[in-house]
T-cell receptor, first 120, second 109 residues
Framework: GAVVSQHPSWVICKSGTSVKIECRSL??????MFWYRQFPKQSLMLMAT?????????EQGVEKDKFLINHASLTLSTLTVTSAHPEDSSFYIC????????????????FGQGTRLTVV | GQNIDQPTEMTATEGAIVQINCTYQ??????LFWYQQHAGEAPTFLSY??LDGLEEKGRFSSFLSRSKGYSYLLLKELQMKDSASYLC??????????WGAGTKLIIKP
């Protein structure tokens, strides 16, 4: 199946600093990638939809100036958590869809490994 | 609004069978997914249903009834490693994935 690689797997940072998380589709081109946040014992919460070559679409309540998303190529999207605070500590997961037919109807989401962010 | 309901938690015995239900109300329907998620890990794909009926894949089967807005995931011959959260997700008319809150499945020896 398709592979999405997310890096780093975990990161600890100090309050006020910025952290960048990378999401790469390794064997397919992803014009659209999705960024989720998941708090303990809760389901995935979509933060934003990352579109290659254009601005990301943020879900209501997600601060676009705090969570910067860049989708510079068809295989790479980055999420930067700026001026991180302890309440930003969470599990961040990216996913991408292979838009080609034949892969689960073109709608199956392939997930990165996730990034555990801890802000101290 | 869009809504997906599944039980919060279920408990089953090793070797037994368990059925996890999912009901949905979405604006349009373009398929239903089941994902497995172990604690601290990203979800992994289990099944995809877009037509009514039962899809079987080894120990796991998934059923869909579009007229009832209902699906279930059936796990047979349960193993301890099946302890995980199971997420139901529906693709709506805009191909957006709408996620359920997940069902935590606890397997006991």
């Amino acid at each position: 199946g398709a592979v999405v690689s997310q890096h780093p797997s975990w990161v600890i940072c100090k309050s006020g600093t910025s952290v960048k998380i990378e999401c790469r589709s390794l064997d397919f081109q992803a014009t659209t990638m999705f960024w989720y946040r998941q708090f303990p014992k809760q389901s995935l919460m979509l933060m934003a939809t990352s579109n290659e070559g254009s601005k990301a679409t943020y879900e209501q309540g997600v601060e676009k100036d705090k969570f910067l998303i860049n989708h510079a190529s068809l295989t790479l999207s980055t999420l930067t958590v700026t001026s991180a605070h302890p309440e930003d500590s969470s599990f961040y997961i990216c996913s991408a869809r292979d838009q080609e037919t034949g892969r689960g109807g073109g709608t199956e989401a392939f997930f990165g490994q996730g990034t555990r962010l801890t802000v101290v | 609004g869009q809504n997906i309901d599944q039980p919060t938690e279920m408990t089953a015995t090793e070797g037994a069978i368990v059925q996890i239900n999912c009901t949905y109300q979405t604006s349009g329907f373009n398929g239903l997914f089941w994902y497995q998620q172990h604690a601290g890990e990203a979800p992994t794909f289990l099944s995809y249903n877009v037509l009514d009926g039962l899809e079987e894949k080894g120990r796991f089967s998934s059923f869909l009834s579009r007229s009832k807005g209902y699906s279930y995931l059936l796990l047979k011959e349960l193993q301890m490693k099946d302890s995980a959260s199971y997420l139901c997700a529906v693709t709506d008319s805009n191909y957006q994935l709408i996620w359920g809150a997940g069902t935590k499945l606890i397997i006991k020896p």
